[in-house]
């Protein structure tokens, strides 16, 4: 496990934690994203065919777990930390479940995908429904980081550069 640099700081406050939902929501999305547009694109092709694709298809879908695993590393540590925030404490509480269920959901579809021989249409339907089934079960935090990105330029400093840092554990591999 990476050491997440954001907490090197013992207590975040409810907006730096914000800052941390958005990052979160935002490469989850992104790293969905890129393995479903590198899986339409491979959609009836043979495996090995069409390899940059597969290898996008590949940095995309194992890239998710690991951002999940990072979501649960740094909700882990914060739980006991964030509790007193009312408007988070069901997200806190809830976020060992919906990773795991995440990465059920994106296990299944792993495994979809490395027993086909081909990428036909309804292997290809299933991984992308399992996609968007991962990323739904963080609805509640992508609904948070929406309202907060609405604050735009009013957005507390504190959030800003949580979400930077954030988002620099997320990025490394």
């Not at 050491?3 to 409810?14: A, D």
């Not at 390899?51 to 999940?68: C, I, K, N, Q, S």
């Not at 309202?147 to 949580?162: F, H, I, K, S, V």
Request: with cysteine; charged share 30%.
């Amino acid at each position: 496990m990476t050491s997440l640099q954001i907490l090197r700081n013992p207590f975040l406050t409810s907006a730096e934690y914000a800052g941390c939902v958005s990052a979160f929501v935002d490469s989850l999305s992104g790293e969905l994203n890129a393995a479903a547009t590198c899986l339409r694109r491979l959609e009836g092709t043979r495996k090995g065919s069409e390899f940059a694709h597969e290898v996008g298809l590949d940095r995309g879908r194992y890239g998710a777990l690991m951002v999940l695993d990072r979501w649960r590393h740094l909700s882990g540590k914060l739980s006991p930390r964030l509790r007193g925030d009312e408007r988070l404490r069901e997200m806190i509480e809830q976020a060992e479940e919906r990773v795991a269920s995440g990465e059920t959901i994106l296990a299944r579809a792993n495994a979809v995908l490395d027993a086909a021989g081909t990428y036909e249409s309804d292997v290809v339907a299933a991984a992308l429904l399992a996609f968007q089934q991962a990323a739904a079960i963080f609805r509640q935090e992508a609904e948070l980081a929406e309202r907060e990105a609405r604050l735009g330029p009013m957005m507390p400093e504190e959030q800003r550069t949580a979400r930077a840092v954030f988002l620099a554990d997320l990025a490394r591999r």
